[in-house]
């Protein structure tokens, strides 16, 4: 049974034209995150809601948006895509903050023409 | 704030033979330690992952042991198989914090 949705698996994009990705749970958990992952790097921590309470890391670039409209879903707004934003978006969930499993989607592989 | 230390970066061992994964943290706050293994192409999957009021945990092949005072937690795999090729990444939290600090990962390689 899938707990956490991504879509789609696999996106191409040109290079500057705005892309979003969507991730949704089944799992009713009150944190979402999405990351990015590149090669075989550890997942890097883009941004992250406790329900709607919005955070994003010092480092994210502003050409990175998010909106969680509810509990369900979460979406990864790239407002002009570059080359070197071609990546795996990982979205995960987790029941709370900290000491908690997060539960990972299945990633959509980012390409950027 | 926590910086989370992995070796080795790649690591390869006969099919059968055992395999050893360690991880340094900073924080002493931390006190939650999910070890993620990745497929190629695959999401990262929680394998085991330990609390700071143990020391050891084991689950079949796999076991996480935790040496709070160094500050040190490490994954090992006994009788390895193939299917155990993957990236292993480790992970440290504390309560406060709103995220996992991951290390830089563990590309395990088992030879047939």
């Known amino acids: 049974d899938a707990m956490v949705i991504q879509n789609p698996r696999y996106q191409v994009t040109q290079f500057g034209k705005p892309v979003t990705l969507s991730c949704s749970q089944t799992l009713n958990h009150n944190v979402m995150y999405w990351y990015q992952q590149k090669s075989s790097q550890a997942p890097k921590l883009l941004f992250h809601?406790?329900?709607?309470?919005?955070?994003n890391e010092a480092d994210t670039p502003d050409n990175f948006q998010s909106r969680r409209p509810n509990t369900s879903f979460c979406f990864l707004d790239i407002r002009s895509p570059g080359l070197g934003d071609a990546a795996m978006y990982l979205c995960a969930t987790s029941r709370d903050w900290g000491s908690y499993e997060q539960y990972f989607g299945p990633g959509t592989r980012l390409t950027v023409t | 704030g926590e910086n989370v230390e992995q070796h080795p970066s790649t690591l390869s061992v006969q099919e059968g033979d055992s395999a050893v994964i360690k991880c340094t943290y900073s924080d002493s706050a931390s006190n939650y330690f999910p070890w993620y293994k990745q497929e190629l192409g695959k999401r990262p999957q929680l394998i085991i992952d330990i609390r700071s009021n143990v020391g050891e945990k084991k689950d079949q092949r796999i076991a996480v042991t935790l040496n709070k005072t160094a500050k040190h937690f490490s994954l090992h795999i006994t009788e390895t198989q193939p299917e155990d090729s993957a990236v292993y990444f480790c992970a440290a939290s504390s309560g406060s914090a709103r995220q996992l600090t991951f290390g830089s990962g563990t590309q395990l390689t088992v030879l047939p």
């Open positions: 809601y406790y329900d709607k309470d919005f955070n």
